[in-house]
């Protein structure tokens, strides 16, 4: 069998070469945007490396009792760290890791340990990993994913063998959604658009209605504000904001997806020939892009992004988002 992913065929192939005892590593880093299969990825190596019943070499039968017990995340060799929601990666994880670390592998010829999202960690937590990449124990593996190596100390990333994954081209998504996961193809390409090619991030679509659902309606809510006068845009942002649980949730409901929105409109300002990620709402899309600069286009992007930026931090959410409205710029026709 293959390794049951949707494209990264050559980072699959680069791990199948090091699932090989000859050829394994002390740390790997898989590095790429969320939802694009880090962490399954990971998942798939780790099997490769343990499963009992391998059909061939770099291969996992995915049936065996230690390819289950891995996707469940309860194989007694692998322990996994994550930042908890809202928080950064803390060094009192690293270091609990480190002394499950410094024992011996209990079945298994390595323990591995895999970090996820390890661009959230705090710099000291940063920094006492690196005694474990510096000086790793002989029977020990270590697995980070990161949104990219630049956002790590390039001290860990210099000690990892990087491996970076990329969203698929749009229409190769789409087929595959179809294919693989029986999503059917109208679907199937709207959440490939909508995610730009990211699998794990278009299944997780498929799995939960409610987040598309709650990503149209910001949409909706953009497309109201845009013709608006400023005190209609606050009334609105404000009877939002009461019908939520704060401005923190509203805001990280609200930026990401109008980030996509002005993508769109700057590559169609542009002329660019790439695949809207809100493909539904091209004619809106194309009239805004009419009627709003390049130059303002840029602005609104970098300010959108500066935002996103900011929702996990302690800024003042309301403040965030009523500067954001106030300075969108004044559309009429759409």
């Not at 090619?197 to 109201?224: C, F, H, K, M, W």
Request: charged share 20%.
């Amino acid at each position: 069998m293959t390794w049951n992913l949707l494209g990264h065929e050559m980072a699959i192939e680069y791990l199948k070469q090091h699932s090989l005892p000859e050829k394994t590593r002390h740390a790997y880093l898989i590095t790429g945007p969320e939802g694009v299969g880090k962490r399954t990825l990971a998942l798939a190596f780790i099997k490769a490396l343990n499963c009992t019943q391998p059909p061939e070499p770099g291969e996992f039968c995915g049936e065996c009792v230690t390819c289950r017990q891995i996707d469940a995340q309860t194989f007694p060799d692998l322990t996994v760290l994550a930042p908890e929601p809202g928080k950064d990666l803390r060094i009192e994880q690293i270091r609990t890791m480190q002394q499950t670390l410094a024992l011996a592998p209990y079945q298994s010829r390595f323990r591995i340990v895999m970090i996820l999202n390890f661009h959230h960690a705090t710099a000291s937590a940063s920094n006492a990993l690196l005694k474990s990449l510096e000086e790793p124990p002989s029977r020990a593996i270590l697995i980070l994913t990161a949104d990219a190596a630049e956002s790590l100390l390039p001290t860990i990333a210099s000690r990892c063998e990087v491996l970076r994954l990329r969203p698929q081209p749009v229409e190769m998504a789409a087929e595959g959604l179809n294919k693989r996961f029986g999503i059917a193809p109208e679907l199937a390409r709207r959440y490939a658009h909508l995610t730009s090619g990211r699998i794990g991030a278009a299944v997780r679509l498929e799995s939960d209605p409610q987040s598309l659902n709650t990503y149209e309606e910001a949409l909706d809510l953009l497309e109201e504000l845009l013709p608006a006068k400023q005190r209609e845009r606050l009334n609105s942002l404000d009877g939002l904001i009461k019908s939520k649980s704060g401005p923190r949730e509203v805001a990280a409901m609200l930026v990401p997806a109008w980030l996509t929105w002005w993508r769109d409109c700057m590559m169609l300002n542009a002329g660019a020939d790439v695949p809207l990620v809100n493909l539904n709402r091209q004619t809106q899309i194309a009239k805004v892009a009419g009627q709003v600069s390049g130059s303002t286009l840029k602005e609104l992007l970098e300010s959108h992004e500066a935002a996103l930026g900011q929702i996990e931090s302690y800024v003042n959410a309301r403040l965030l988002l009523e500067n954001l409205v106030l300075n969108l710029p004044k559309v009429q026709g759409i």
